[in-house]
Structure formats: C-alpha cells, structure tokens
C-alpha cells in the first residue's frame, strides 16, 4: 500500500513538472491591417486569410480596396493588382485612397476614388484619351458617368487602340500640385513615350 502511494506520488510530481517544463502557448498575434482606413475585424480577418493561401501574407499596414472593381493598392499609392471584386474588405473607398481627392491630383475619379497619375498613364496607354471627371467601373469593364447608364466597355476600347496603333501620337503636358511640398508633379508625352517628375525624380514608361 505505502509503495502504491509513492508511486502515485512520483507519477504526479512527474507530470507537474513535464506541464511546468512544456512551453506555455502563445496567444495568437492580433493583425493590424487597414482597408479603406478600417481595421480589419473579426468577421473581415477570413476573407483575407482565404486570399493569403498559396500566397504571400500580406504585411501589416494600409491598403485599399475597390470592391466594384477588384483593384487594390497600398493606402495613397496606384493600384498594384487586382483581387476578386465584392469582398468584405474594410469600408467604402474613400476618395483619397490614392494621394488625391481634392480633384487636384489627377481629376479622374473612377468608383469614388480619385486616380493616382500612375492609374492615369496605365490607361492612357490601354485605351488612349483619359477625360477628367467622375467615372463608375465595374469587373467586366463597363463604364459610364457617376450615376449614370453604361456608355461602353474598356476592353473594347483597348482592343480598338490597338488595333489602329494607339490612334497616332498626341503629345501634351500638365502639372500637378501635390498636397504637400515637395509633392508637385509634371507630366508630359510624345505620344509614345510618358514622363512623370516628381521632387526631382523623373520616370518614364512606354520607351
């Protein structure tokens, strides 16, 4: 009996010390990632991790989302890709998402966002003129007036740009005042070839 009794006594300071000895679990790290100036809750944190598998996790920080259209980009930056339209991601986008807003930067807004001059040359060069204003856009690539019909497609408009060569070489130039110094912006093209300067620091595409 008194041996039973050590036994169980050893047995017991054993598995003590072995639950004292193992690692104490970790709480996981709460994410802090914004859309549309929202941070991600609970309901929202899934959509995202569904988006994640397969993929690069996305850091912490700013982004965002037009859910009308699938484009996505860092917060005050141009779009960087494309996810699924319609996600529950952060709140309505806001029109200075991209560094603009005012009707200053670009005075293209396209689903209430107003594009970043970097936007504004990728679809120069997609379906030519880009007119100032406000513009809806959806998945498919339909367009029209903000609160108005559909007026067309861009993808046909592309396909037509090239297929008539981009419809001839246009030159022209603007300048931006940014919203803060340092931040003006100049822009010009040949037609072919679209230059941005911006505190001293020129780039161009389509050379």
Request: with cysteine.
């Amino acid at each position: 009996m008194r041996t039973a009794i050590v036994l169980l006594f050893l047995l017991a300071s054993s598995s003590l010390a072995a639950e004292e000895a193992a690692p104490a679990k970790q709480a996981p790290v709460a994410r802090k990632i914004r859309f549309n100036g929202r941070l991600l809750g609970a309901s929202e944190l899934p959509t995202l991790e569904r988006l994640e598998r397969g993929a690069t996790r996305l850091e912490d920080g700013a982004y965002w989302y037009d859910a009308r259209t699938g484009a996505s980009g860092r917060w005050g930056g141009p779009t960087l890709g494309f996810l699924p339209p319609g996600l529950n991601l952060g709140g309505p986008l806001p029109a200075d998402a991209s560094g603009g807003g005012q009707g200053t930067l670009t005075g293209v807004f396209v689903n209430g966002r107003e594009l970043h001059p970097l936007d504004v040359i990728g679809l120069q060069q997609l379906i030519g003129q880009v007119w100032p204003g406000r513009w809806w856009v959806d998945a498919q690539g339909n367009y029209g007036v903000e609160g108005g019909p559909p007026l067309g497609n861009l993808m046909v408009l592309a396909r037509a740009n090239r297929s008539r060569g981009g419809g001839g070489p246009q030159a022209w130039s603007k300048h931006y005042e940014g919203l803060s110094p340092g931040q003006n912006m100049n822009l010009a093209s040949d037609g072919i070839t679209t230059c941005f300067n911006v505190a001293g620091d020129t780039r161009c595409t389509g050379m």
